[in-house]
């Protein structure tokens, strides 16, 4: 067998994957990345893969899956070759929604409740003993007034959520490689709908769900909050993928 150092690094990787008895398509399937990435990085075939992070994603996470150490392996395919392998181009992330008026007002009146709650502690008790003049209720008379209606109200305060409590945003970009026809339907309306020109970028807040369908799953790359997703499918294939609330981390690159 040929010493490893000799070897260049996709064929390295080749050598990797064959030691551990895998097949493409199971490197492909365990990495979810398409076959054809996989054959192209064992040709060393990198300009062929998604420029910036997704073609330095796509090495860390073969390397991973074969045994090899990611990034020795990334610094090999960047020492060979420099221009294919320039540093990551930035994320475009969308700028949180504005609130909404209901939110607006929900968060006045919580931020009002405890003022509220502090003066009618206060102020009410102070107000009953100045335009008092009968005798100090006894601690009896005291404990019956409190559980009036009109002192606490029936059913009492409900609780706002917390902060804490809110959903994160999760924003996907898609990043638009070639010029390709692209429908984007969020929680059942239609965003886009129509043809997207090669550098357009797109950055869409997820709700319950996110269906990508068009004429060119290659074209179409993304990111999941600064996080490369993985391939959709070949070029010229047919594009049509559901991303959810529930399961869009499964569409992410590991590293």
């Known amino acids: 067998m040929a010493d490893h150092r000799t070897l260049d690094p996709a064929a390295r990787l080749r050598q990797a994957r064959e030691q551990k008895g895998l097949s493409q398509r199971q490197v492909a399937e365990a990495t979810k990345l398409s076959v054809r990435a996989i054959e192209l990085l064992e040709k060393d075939s990198l300009s062929g893969l998604p420029e910036g992070i997704y073609r330095r994603s796509i090495i860390k996470s073969v390397a991973r899956e074969v045994g090899l150490n990611p990034d020795q392996l990334l610094n090999e395919f960047s020492s060979l070759h420099p221009e294919a392998m320039q540093a990551a ?60 209606a009109e002192i606490v109200p029936v059913g009492g305060f409900k609780e706002t959520p917390s902060a804490a409590s809110r959903p994160v945003p ?86």
Do not use: H
């Open 89 to 148: 181009p930035s994320v475009v992330i969308a700028e949180p929604k504005a609130a909404t008026s209901f939110n607006k007002v929900l968060t006045l009146v919580s931020a009002a409740l405890p003022m509220i709650a502090g003066l009618w502690y206060f102020v009410l008790p102070m107000t009953r003993a100045m335009v008092s003049t009968s005798p100090k209720p006894s601690a009896q008379e005291r404990r019956i007034d409190a559980m009036r």
């Open 170 to 255: 999760v924003v996907v970009t898609l990043t638009i490689s070639s010029r390709c026809q692209l429908r984007v339907v969020a929680d059942g309306n239609e965003i886009v709908g129509r043809t997207m020109e090669q550098g357009e970028t797109l950055p869409i807040e997820l709700g319950d769900e996110l269906l990508l369908l068009g004429d060119n799953a290659a074209a179409v790359q993304f990111s999941i909050n600064g996080q490369a997703g993985r391939l959709l499918g070949e070029p010229g294939d047919v594009l049509s993928t559901r991303i959810g609330r529930d399961d869009y981390q499964d569409f992410l690159i590991r590293y």
